[in-house]
């Protein structure tokens, strides 16, 4: 008994799909991946991603960035009167905020992701790893906003300096936070321990903290080279040359240049440390 096939009773025929495709690919020939996404829709959606989950968790956190920067320039008003070490401080507290987050944090939160495998969920995903590096750097650095006007408005009526020129901050926040979010990114990929990365974070905040807020000739001589290496220097001084009556302001371009600088170099650093931990 010959069996009929059901397209020759139903009358209709059907189309057999080709599968020599999946034949070759039986052969060890890899199949075709997506096309790799571009770099800035990448990045927006990245940066998206990471502000809608940081939102929650980094709020209480900013909060204690900005009131740990205003009880320094409170201590501080004890012991500088005014002039350019007033001008020192409440410039090296505002981006104090922004070393709070933007590295501390971030190096934190990038020495977890490698800790528990989270970089395998980035790596799978077809986007640059320029993508991940800065669309995280730059949703850290866009929480610590509020908080360096609070800081810098609340220094500038304690040490009676001028308001005029705090427009600056419009620049010194994203280039002080690219610089400083890479150095953070770059130690937390880079630490081979989560325990390691946190204190590496503390550390560098701790660095800031200390080289960026104290007046610089308060510090003994061979602390002001490492001064000189820490990112967020160059933001610190140009927001204390803004505070003057009439800014050098040739000067305060050259030192937001030099910060931009550092932040470009962070940052590519930031993702090579990314490339190398997600193929391991």
């Known amino acids: 008994m010959s069996i009929v096939p059901a397209e020759a009773v139903s009358g209709k025929s059907r189309t057999v799909p080709d599968t020599r495709a999946v034949t070759d690919r039986a052969d060890g020939v890899p199949a075709p991946l997506a096309t790799r996404a571009r770099l800035l829709p990448s990045l927006a959606a990245v940066y998206r991603a ?3 989950r940081a939102r929650v968790a980094r709020i209480p956190l900013l909060f204690v960035a900005t009131f740990q920067s205003v009880g320094i320039m409170i201590l501080m008003r004890g012991v500088v009167d005014g002039g350019a070490e007033a001008r020192a401080v409440v410039a090296g507290s505002s981006v104090l905020v ?8 971030l190096a934190q939160y990038f020495g977890q992701l490698r800790a528990t495998g989270g970089l395998d969920h980035y790596a799978t995903l077809p986007v640059p790893p320029a993508a991940v590096v800065l669309g995280a750097a ?3 650095a866009s929480f610590t906003v509020p908080g360096t006007a609070v800081t810098a408005v609340t220094g500038s009526l304690l040490f009676d300096l001028p308001l005029t020129h705090l427009w600056v901050l419009v620049a010194v926040i994203p280039l002080s936070g690219a610089a400083l979010a890479g150095l953070g990114a770059a130690l937390g990929l880079l630490a081979p321990r989560q325990e390691l990365a946190t204190l590496l974070g503390q550390l560098g905040m701790s660095a800031a903290l200390l080289l960026g807020v104290l007046p610089a000739d308060r510090l003994p001589g061979p602390i002001t080279y490492a001064r000189d290496l820490l990112p967020s220097t160059y933001g610190v001084e140009a927001l204390a040359r803004s505070f003057d009556r009439h800014p050098d302001w040739p000067t305060v371009a050259l030192d937001l240049a030099v910060c931009a600088a550092v932040g ?8 090579w440390a990314y490339r190398r931990a997600a193929v391991r």
């Open 50 to 52: 990471q502000l809608s």
């Open 98 to 105: 922004v070393a709070f987050v933007a590295l501390n944090l």
């Open 138 to 140: 730059g949703a850290y």
């Open 264 to 271: 470009v170099v962070s940052l590519a650093v930031a993702t």
